[in-house]
Nanobody, 124 residues
Framework: HVQLVESGGGSVEAGGSLRLPCSAS????????MAWFRQTPGKEREGVAA???????YYADSVKDRFTIYYDKAKRLVYLQMDSLKAEDTAMYYC???????????????????WGQGTQDTVS
């Protein structure tokens, strides 16, 4: 059973940076897709970034060139480095995972079987 726990949320001024770690445990496999999503009240959860077991990364257009996703395999931590933050980046951020490689639909919530509890990030 895969368990995901996010941390690192908080408040930051526009233009600043935050790094969100997600701890992944309870699995051993060769193929996986790890992702970050975000959600604001009244809106659907949207895919922000994903990383494949072969290192391929995917980004939403809204965060490309500002956010970076990477996976520390030794520590089993998936990081979302967020730079040049904007007020519209304010959201609850969720870590997600599935035990297969990312598909072209990596940004859809239905692609993932496992979710963290979320962490709030506020940009003002």
């Amino acid at each position: 059973h895969v368990q995901l726990v996010e941390s690192g949320g908080g408040s930051v001024e526009a233009g600043g940076s935050l790094r969100l770690p997600c701890s992944a445990s309870g699995y051993t496999m060769r193929n996986y897709c790890m992702a970050w999503f975000r959600q604001t009240p009244g809106k659907e959860r949207e895919g922000v970034a994903a990383i494949n077991s072969d290192g391929t990364v995917y980004y939403a257009d809204s965060v490309k060139d500002r956010f970076t996703i990477y996976y520390d395999k030794a520590k089993r931590l998936v990081y979302l480095q967020m730079d040049s933050l904007k007020a519209e980046d304010t959201a609850m951020y969720y870590c997600a995972a599935d035990l297969r490689v990312c598909s072209i639909s990596w940004y859809r919530t239905a692609e993932y079987s496992y979710w963290g509890q979320g962490t709030q990030d506020t940009v003002s």
